[in-house]
Structures are given as C-alpha cells and as structure tokens.
C-alpha cells in the first residue's frame, strides 16, 4: 500500500520583504496595489489584501537592502505543527521557535537548504474589519477597495537555489509538499520545481540561481479573480509609471496568466489570475518540462525575457531592476509620451 | 432617388442635472463612479469621464427637487450648427441663443414636445489635463482613474413623455436623429424609441409617461469597456451601500448590457456595457418591438422591475426611489449583513 | 487540544443522473455545454469536462424520470477509503460494496440520511485524451473545446432534504466533510449547509426539502473561469432555446456568480464561476445566515425565484420544470422575437 | 469658417483575399474564426461574422499567390456614391464600373496611389438568416455560432505602402477620410497612417512598405467584444495550431488590444477588441507619433515583432510566414509538448 499524504501543511501565510525605500514601497502596495496597513511594530509595515481571513499577508520592513525576510506557512492543526517542528528538528535545518508578535501566535524557525528563512506557526489572529472597511456580505473578510489593482489575496512567492533539487526534496519530506511541475534539464539538473500544500496547484516556486549565489528572492504574487483584472492592472501600472518587466502573457508552466513589474524598492512583484485551476488528484502526477519544452517561450510564444534569468532581491552587484530593458524605454516611452 | 440623410448632429455632449443634494450626489459621482470634477460655476460642479474629450459631460447643479436641467448635443460643424437653429426655429420649438459659459460656446436652447429643455452647440473647449492627471499614452484624453467604476464616457440618457411618438418625429425631422429601435403597443401607441446621430445605436431614448406629466427625466448612463466592469460596479454600488434597481442583465432591446442605481439626489443612473455594437448601416432598419415581444422581460429572462415603470426625476409626490422594493430590502440586508 | 480534522476524502468525484430523455439530455451536455463524451455503458453514457483529470465526471443513464442516480466521491488513499468505510459502516447507513466498472475502481456504496445514494472510492482511471483531442500544452487534460459553453469541471451539486441537520451531521461525523456556510431559520431549523472537503468553499449543499418528500435532486453546476464566460454562457443558452430558471447574478451565500437552467430531462442545471475565492482555513468559522438575511435576495438584490424553493428531480406531481414563469415567458419570447 | 466634413463614405463594407490554399483559408476562418459561409461564386468563397448586417464581410478567391484582391467601401447614399465617383476620376485614379455580383449592386472601382484595387458600392443586399442560424433577439444578423473565437464584425484593414503620404491625401481628398493617428519619422518621411470614416478610431491603417514593392496587404482584422474574448481567442490557435506571430498585448497607436496570427494561406490576420472607445469629435485631433515614441514598443512595453515590419502578402521572395521566428518556436513548442 502507498504511504499516506502527509497533510501538516495548511496554506502559505505571509512573507517579509525587506526594502530599502520603506515608505515608497508603501505607497506601491497600498495605493497601487490597493491593499490595506492592518498594522506597525517597530520597522515594520503589516499588509494585507482584501479577502486574506490573517491580519497579514505582507510584512514591510525596512533594511538596508531589498530582500526576503521570511516566508511563513500556517500549519493545519497544534499537533500538526508539532510534528513538522519535529521533523525538522531531525533535520538539523532548524532554527528554533520565536514568540511571533503581530498577528500570530508562536513561530518555528528553520533555513531551506538555499539559506532563505522560513517560519511555521498554527495559532493566528483572524481579520475584524474596522466599521468603514466592512463589507456588504458577512462571508467577506475586508471591503472591497476599488482603488487601483485591488489584489484579492497573497497566492505564491518564487525564490532562486543553487540546488533546486535538494530545496525539492527538503520540502517534500519534511513538510509534506507535493510536487505538481518540475523543469529537468537534459543534464538530468532541476532547473524549478513548483510546490503545493493545497489544491491550489503551487503555493511557491524555486527556480534556478545562475550565479551561485545563495538565498535570493525571486518575486511576491498576489492574485485577482480573472485575466480582465490583470489587463486592467497592466494599464493601471502603466498610469502609475511602475516598471513593467514582462507581461501580461500566459505560462506555458502551471498556464499562470501573469504580469511582473518592480515595487520602488527592487523587488519583483506578480499580479497572477487565481482562476479555476485546482489540482484535486491526491495523486497528482508531476509534469516534467525539458529543456527543449523550455526554450519554447510562454504558451502563446512570447520570449522569456532576460532579466527573469538574471535579476533577484538582493540584487548582484551592478544589478538594478530598472537597467532592464523594458523598464528602461518605458522610462523613455513616458517622456516620449510627455513631450 | 431617396432623401439624403442629415448629419448634422456630431454627438450628445452633456447633461446637466439638478440635485437637491448637491454634496452627496457630487460624493457619488466621484468618489463612486470614478469621474473627475473640472470645474465650478454658481451652483453648478462640471464633471467628467476619463475619455470625454471635452471639459465636461454631467454639469451638477444645486436645486430644490432633482431633475433634468438641460441635454446638450454638438453640431458637426459651425454651418451645421446654423442649419439645425434655422430649423429649430421654423418649428416654433426655439428658446433661443445662451452664452455658453463654462467649457463651450455659444448655445442654441429650444424644447422639446414634452417640455424638456436641449441645447445645441458647435464650438467647444477640448480637456488638457493637469501634470497629475496627464495620461500615460498621448492618444487618451485623461488618466484612467482605477478609483471606484471608473466610467469611461457619457453614453446616453433617457426621458420620459406623453407622447413619445410626437418627440421622435421632432428630433428625427429638425435635428436629423435617425431611429434604430421602438416599441408600438398593440393600440399603435408608440411605448418607446431610441435615436442616433452616430455609430452608437442610440444616443438617447425616450420612453413612455404612464402619469400624463410632462418634462421628467428617467436616467442618464455612463458607459465602460466591458460587462466584467458592470459586474465589477454592482460589487462596488454593494460595498458603497449604493441603491441597485435592478441588474446586472441584458436588454433585449439594443441588447445594451446594463445596471441601474439611485444616485443621492434621486436620480437613476446606468452604468452600460458601450461593447462592440455599432450601427454601421447608412439605411439600418429600425427594429419594431411589440407589446406582446416586450411583456417577456429582459434578454435572459429577468421581468422588468415595476419601479422602471413608474420612477422619474422629479419623483411624483409621494413616489420617492428609495421606496422602491430593491432599494428597501437592500437597506434591511445591509442590516442584516451587520448583524 | 483540538481534535485534528479527517482529510480522509479527496474530492467530489462524478454523479450519475437519470433522465427520461437520455438523447436529448445528451445533445444539451455535449453540444450546448462543450462536454465530450468518453465512454458508454449498459444504459449510461459517460461525460466529461475538458479540464477533469478522471475519465467522467457525469453518467447519464436513461431512467422513467429524472432522479439523481448517485454522487461519488474519491477517497485520498486506499487507508482514508477504508476508515471512512468502517465509520459509514458503524453508522449502520452503509449499502455495500460494488465493483465500479466504468473509469474507477471498487466503490462502496452507503444512503445519507435523506435517503440519496452515495458512493466513495479510490483507485480511479486518469483520462487520457486521443490525438484529436489531445492538449497543447500537457499540463492539461484535453484540448479546449471551444464549442458551445465549454464548461471547464464538474464543481459541486445541491440535494434537497426534509430534514438538512442529520444530513450535515452525517456528512461531518462520518466522513470528515467541514461546514463553511449554513442558513438557520428563527426557529432554529436548518434550512441549508455547504460542506467542503477540499479548499473550494463547498463541494455540495443540501437545502430544505419543502415538501416532505426524500431523496430529490436540486442541481448539478460545472464551473467555468469567469463571470464573464457566464455571461457568455447566457447568450449560449439564449440562442439555443435553453430554459433560463435564474441568473445570471451574484448569490449573497458563497457568493458564487450563478446561472440556472433546465435540461431537457428535467434537472436544473448550474454554471457558476469557480473564480478565485478559496477557504484555505483550516479551522474556517462557518458562515451563519439568518431568516432575516435570507428574506433579502441575491447579492445585487435579485429576489430569489419561486421555483427554486420547489422544483427538483423527480419533479412532484403536476410539477415541470418548463411550467415555471420564466421558462414559460421564454417560450413566448421565443415565438414573439421570431414573428 | 471651416470646411464642412465630407460625409459620404459610410464604412467599410468588405475585402477580397486570394489565398493559393482555399480549402484550408476556408476552413481556418469558419472553424477556428467562427465565422459562416453565406455563398459562392466561380472561385470565391463569401463568409460573415455573427454582426456583419451585408451578406459578407470576406471574399476568399482561390489564387497562385496570397495577395489582396480589393477592398470596398460602402457609400452613405447613391448620390454620395455618385459625387466620390465623380472625384475619384477627377483625379485620374478610376478604373470603372463592374456590376458588382454576389451581395452588392453596381460598384466603382480605383487604385490607391500604392496601386491597391478600391472598390465603392451602395447598393447591398441584407443577411437573412436560415432557420437555424435566425438569433434570439430580433435586432441581431445571425445566430452567435459559439464555435471557435466566433468574431463579430470586419473591423479594418492594413495595406502596407511604399509612399504612406501620398495615399493618406488620395483617401482625405477624394473619399473624405479624417485622419485620427499617424507615425512621422524624424526625417518627416510619414510611417503609418489610420483613417476613419465612421465613429471608430479607423477603418483601415497603412504603414511604410521598407522593401520599395508596390501593392502589398498586412492585415485583415475581426472585431469580438472584449480583451478576454481576444484571450480565448488565444487559447483557441495554441490548440488549433495555428501560428501566433504577437500578442495578445495592447498597441499604443489607437490603444488597439490585438492578436496577430497567420493564416494558411499566408495572409495576417488580427483579432481585435473594439471595445468601447469612439472618435466622436467631429473636429478630432490627429495624433502624431514620433520616431522616438514608436522605439518604445507596445503600450505595456512589448517590443514590436520583427516580422511585423517585413512580412506581408504577396511574401517577398524567400519570405515565408511560417518562417518568422514565433511561428517555427511554436511548431517545436507543440512536438515538445506531444512528446
């Protein structure tokens, strides 16, 4: 008989992203994005999208250079938090437990085998929405904003390794994620590997890291209800100046509907169609792209642009998202278009 | 050989309503349909859509019981302009000429059968929009809003009459205005018509009076570029605690997608689905509806709402929007959302 | 401590539905729905949605009336089949096991306590889609119909029972079903429950049986990306002559973008918007709603249509679904617009 | 005081294409385009869209090579007919009257300075729909098919010309078209050019011809109503293999949201979104985009195709649609995808 799910896991909970434009970042988050300050604590901004049910999906904090604090998963149950904890205890990639603060409660701490800092906690403080932030139907935890993009909730972070496979198989087994799509190259070298805890078909991404440098971050993705709100966030960018590096197009992995642009303080960010996808097989059998596969570009054939190969917070030195090229003419499309 | 069509008409203009609650209704406008104020004169505030590419399309003015001002329409040109007077005048329908004053020149006032008052105009003022409203693309008259609806442009707007048959003869023999679509009951009373001087199917319609009062107006409608954005409105009118009417639903009649709320002041306001309909015929042959066609609701089954029936600015005494049913259940169920 | 949740079953798996017109029923699901048919027999035609995994997600099977047949789920392991097995047996609700057949595996059959049958199992047949049907892009289970509505999966059903407490209870106590939303009246009686398996908001519903008759149907609804591929789904239905009960609008409970018709069996028929709303809480409070709320319609203020409090399959003597107003309307709409 | 507008073209009526692969041509456009054949004549095919009130919308003859056969205008009444004749033999360009044939009456047929064939007609002949293509709704053509991308209407086309100037002044001067947009490049050389005749922002466009040959076609695009609707359009040639060239993305010249694709015979064909915007300034300004602005690429940053600058029909020697860099990536895209 097959070994039985291990089902621990219930669902990413929020990422700290350090920035060194602090109150820029902001500003993108809240009157681009449309999200919403649920909170401070010391240098630190508490985010959140209207329908996450936390007080939290993004933490702000400020720092020298732009970077991933932490990822955090929130665990189905005490005990199942419990036997991670132990797990990867055994592991030896622990850290160990901290108090938690604002808007949960005790977290345990541990290292990916990239160096990136990830956290577990169960016990959390759910969203009460002030009286002019509350919405018209009580099965909805925030107001709608209707100010700019009005992202709905955090869907999935993506974060470089070295190792890709080792990050796979680390998380596999000692938190119970299951792989639903992977790319090998013909040297048999995992080059991304898309995870999930949920019937979402991936809660996170780790993609290759060309430059053998451990521990940097990808991008933050936060989802919309269809491929309308993410056209209608392209023209919203735009409006706003915010540097868009590619998209909107469609993924040929997982058939994501994206669009990436650059937050004030150097961080990739996605806005990403939730959609109906669901991966609902217990089962599920993982999609192994190839090299070949890949070269392919996007589904409807776009190019995958070049700075998605090379650019990750921390950036590397003489790095800087907005020396992409996109990025790059839209600044000069924009004065074109001033003048 | 057949007549040659007038096209002197270039488009509908604006529309000035009267509110007897100046400051909610302008809160409405803006802060709820997305509009941007361009100006203020006396007792009126001069609003507009992000794609009107004149300085206004809705002028607010202040005033004891909510009704319609006036409705303006452009010439095609100055000669065109003076043709149309010409012709006004000859009918016995003319005011006469008005100074214009904010955002356009020189106006010719006349009446229509049923009392209400039009306006006619050729020489405008096009909108240059501030650094902070600049859009980013030159070929757009304003930056899009990503603030509540967000309306594109003013669409249309429709009046009630006694005599909806006299009215369409009027505007279609001295301004041009060609049919599209009617309604004639099985008595051979007209019940409905809807005219165009453009590619739009319609560029307002006129409606039967069931209670012999002349000169009421029953709504005006701003368009966006989809039904995913109307769907997207209702979502906001909700949250806003706005009045809904009735729909999200299709028209049979000119197939307009469409909803309908109660702005402060008392009036109806529609946001529409402008979509990819275009009446490109120079001959179309209008679309004749018949009582029996017209009992079976909307496109997809819903019934006519019986306030559409019966509400009209000025309101009859004692008939007030926020009566109706919708509106009434609509305030207990915030209620009950809260409780 | 918590007592930890029983994630023993995986997802709502397929229903059988019987109808006294299985060639009519099937042209609706294959030619107006964009469903493919992939396998026949006995008297049951098996059908399939382009992004379901499994070979079928509905059996048609010609029957005197219309009736539900069975709706199965599919266990998480062969050990999670077994324990739900034991509980149902120890419930005394079991019926037994049958060997499957068509595109599963052994299934163990059991009765809920409103008498309708249910069916759990395991092992199960991966579609795998012919050359003319095969994908683009192999993340995906088949090529994209783009006939018809092109429902994209199956994605929940409704049953009516005369008594909706037991009935959730069951489901709760014996197979580990968790409730997101439910109506309780002022009495205290539950007149409808939404239970999920999985971290879509509901896999099915039982709402109050009002005429004391067990075992009947309510609905079936597959689920497209968006609202607007609903939209367009009404105009599908239009254009075929389909019935349209209701919709489409926006419920206040789960907050699902609904459209109901009829087949031409009998069986109402639901297409709604998986959209991006997830319950990823593993301890999610339940939604209660009261009489009060319930009295006030549909999200946008539709009131809730007559015919959906009493129809359901098998239809009660006298009872048919094309007898409801709306549908009869349709007829003469029909009629009136062809004339 | 101004000139008055010259009014007599109404719009676009129809083009003619040779194709050297006519059975695939056709079945391209009916299965994957959705559109209908309404006859055939010798070795013409005529197809509609769902919306086109004429008989057709798209001649397809079956030729040696892929080129454009005419495009044709319809004119606004036979006496506006009457006076473009008139002027267009005044100016030298006239080639004469041919009794017209399937679908129209007499038409007059010219060159444009490029030595394109031009055709004007007025008198048509109106669609009416079998029984089973006859709509729902009365004031509709035809039936929406729900088959393929099931385009609306003939929106424009795109003639490529080696002197863009000389054919804006014959087609302002001689037929009364208004310029909305136009490319001029530092050298003052014009690079493109859209006209209008209608409230759409242009009927046709013509750009710059960079290999010196005369009389080359670009584009033939299909109008459907929205940007999710050119999405699906998308998914819908991914799997039906046809090739992609670029998009979907949003042009910034007229805001355009398109999807380029080849077709077998070799022509580009687009499939645009009308959307809502309408040039309804009688006394519109042009917009001029300069050298440095069109650098920038596509509204959200896409760089512009390269293939979009040579390709055209007839195909210069050696060039090949199927040769473009996209198209060959995406044969290779599906064997990877199938193996």
């Known amino acids: 008989m097959d070994e039985e799910p291990v089902m621990d896991v219930a669902h990413l909970g929020h990422l700290e992203l350090l920035t060194p434009k602090p109150e820029e ?9 449309g999200m919403t300050e649920s909170g401070r604590k010391g240098d630190s901004v508490y985010l959140r999208a209207w329908d996450d049910y936390e007080q939290f999906s993004l933490q702000l904090t400020a720092a020298r250079t732009a970077a991933l604090g932490h990822a955090a998963f929130r665990a189905r149950s005490s005990q199942a938090l419990q036997r991670r904890v132990d797990a990867i205890e055994g592991s030896g990639a622990g850290i160990g437990w901290i108090d938690g603060g604002f808007g949960h409660g005790p977290a345990y701490r ?15 403080s759910w969203y009460q929405a002030p009286k002019e932030l509350r919405p018209a139907l009580k099965n909805q935890a925030q107001r709608y904003p209707a100010r700019g993009v009005s992202v709905r909730r955090l869907d999935h972070f993506n974060c470089l390794a070295v190792d890709v496979k080792a990050n796979r198989e680390f998380f596999q087994k000692y938190l119970g994620f299951r792989l639903t799509e992977q790319i090998v190259l013909d040297s048999g070298e995992e080059a991304g590997m898309w995870l999930t805890a949920t019937n979402k ?50 993924h040929a992995v997982q058939q994501t509907f994206f669009l990436y642009v650059f937050e004030p303080g150097g961080h990739r960010v996605e806005v990403a169609n939730a959609g109906a996808r669901l991966v609902l097989a217990p089962d599920w059998r993982p999609i192994r792209w190839s090299e070949a596969e890949r070269k392919k570009g996007q589904a409807w054939g776009l190019k995958t642009i070049e700075s998605f190969h090379t650019h990750g917070t921390p950036p590397l030195p003489g790095q800087h998202p907005f020396d992409n090229e996109v990025a790059g003419e839209h600044d000069l499309l924009e004065k074109g278009m001033a003048s």
Chains 1, 2, 3, 4 share one sequence.
């Open 201 to 250: 078909s991936y809660a996170f991404a780790y993609t290759r890291e060309a430059h053998g440098v451990k521990g940097r971050f990808h991008h933050i993705t936060y989802a919309v209800d269809s491929r309308e709100d993410i056209l209608r966030a392209a023209d919203i960018f735009l409006e706003a100046g915010v540097k868009i590096e590619t998209g909107p197009h469609k």
């Open 25 to 33: 970042s902001l500003r993108f988050f809240v009157d681009v994005m």
């Open 110 to 124: 541990f290292h990916d085998p990239d160096g990136h800092v990830m956290e577990l906690y169960y016990e959390t």
